[in-house]
Structures are given as C-alpha cells and as structure tokens.
C-alpha cells in the first residue's frame, strides 16, 4: 500500500491529510493548537478517530505515545546516543517492535522489523517541498505506520529548529 502524506504548512498547529495511491483522502491528522506538547489525533475520513498522539515530557529524547481506542498501542522514541546516526524505536507491545532508520529531516528513511524492511517513506515520489510518500507491506498495521510517521516527523522538525 502507499500513501501520500502532506502538511499543511500555514496551520497554527500539525495538520497532516492523507491520501492513498489513487489521490483520495485516507485520513487526516490534526493537531492541538497552544498544548504543553505535541498533542495530535489520526481521523479517518468519517472524522472516527483512530489514533491519538501525545509527546512524552519529562524524557529524555523526543519520545511520543500512540493510544488507539485508549489502550497503548506503541512508543516511539528517538534513539540517543548512536553514532554518527539518527534511529528511532516503536515499541509496541509484545515482539513485533519497529525501527525506523535514514534521513528524517529529508524523508528518506524506512521500517524495520526483525531485520526486513516493512516500510519506506520518500519525498522523491513528489515534487512538493512539504509532501512524502509511505510505502508498507499489505500485512503492516498502516494506521501505526503512518502515525508513527507523523512523530517522526514532529521530532525530526523540532530538532532542526
């Protein structure tokens, strides 16, 4: 499955549409404008939600909690300390965690799961200075993809600024 992502850059606050390969609208990612953290919920395109993000304060490191239907479903969490490289984990619960490793602040990087890649994110599937595409295996959670995307992208924005 692919997606295609794109941020609504004049919004006061993250505010992220979602689009599959065929241009229609997936989902849509809206942030809490004036919060203490990054607060943000993942809806479908009946306005459900699917997900909701919030940023862990107090961490260290950029680290966010997905919450989908109130049960934690995965923490990401920017990895410190590793050499000459940036690395997050998504720790879901149980065995299947992710890593996400590349470039962030250019959107080329990709998910691991037990040493295969079970996704890609690239901007070079778009012309757009503030659009990427996601690219998962059918068998992927892509609502957990995708939100987990959307931290990434928070945290690696962030810490440019």
Same mark, same amino acid.
């Given at each position: 499955m692919r997606y295609m992502m794109k941020q609504k850059m004049w919004s006061l606050a993250d505010t992220f549409t979602i689009k599959n390969d065929q241009g229609e +609208? =997936?989902?849509?990612? =809206?942030? *809490?404008?004036?919060? %203490?953290? /990054?607060?943000?919920? %993942?809806? /479908? =395109? *009946?306005?459900?939600e699917l997900a909701f993000i919030t940023q862990k304060l107090m961490s260290w490191g950029p680290t966010y909690e997905i919450y989908r239907s109130g049960e934690l479903a995965a923490v990401v969490k920017q990895k410190l300390f590793t050499f000459m490289r940036t690395e997050f984990t998504i720790d879901v619960p149980g065995p299947d965690d992710l890593t996400a490793e590349g470039d962030f602040t250019d959107h080329e990087y990709f998910f691991?799961?037990?040493?295969?890649t079970v996704a890609t994110v690239s901007k070079a599937w778009f012309q757009w200075t503030d659009t990427y595409?996601?690219?998962?295996?059918d068998s992927e959670d892509a609502v957990l993809i995708l939100a987990s995307t =959307?931290?990434? +992208?928070? !945290? !690696?924005s962030h810490h440019e600024h």
């Open positions: +609208d =997936v989902a849509s990612v =809206v942030g *809490q404008v004036m919060s %203490f953290g /990054d607060k943000l919920t %993942f809806y /479908d =395109v *009946q306005n459900n691991v799961r037990g040493g295969g595409g996601v690219e998962l295996l =959307v931290v990434i +992208d928070m !945290a !690696a």
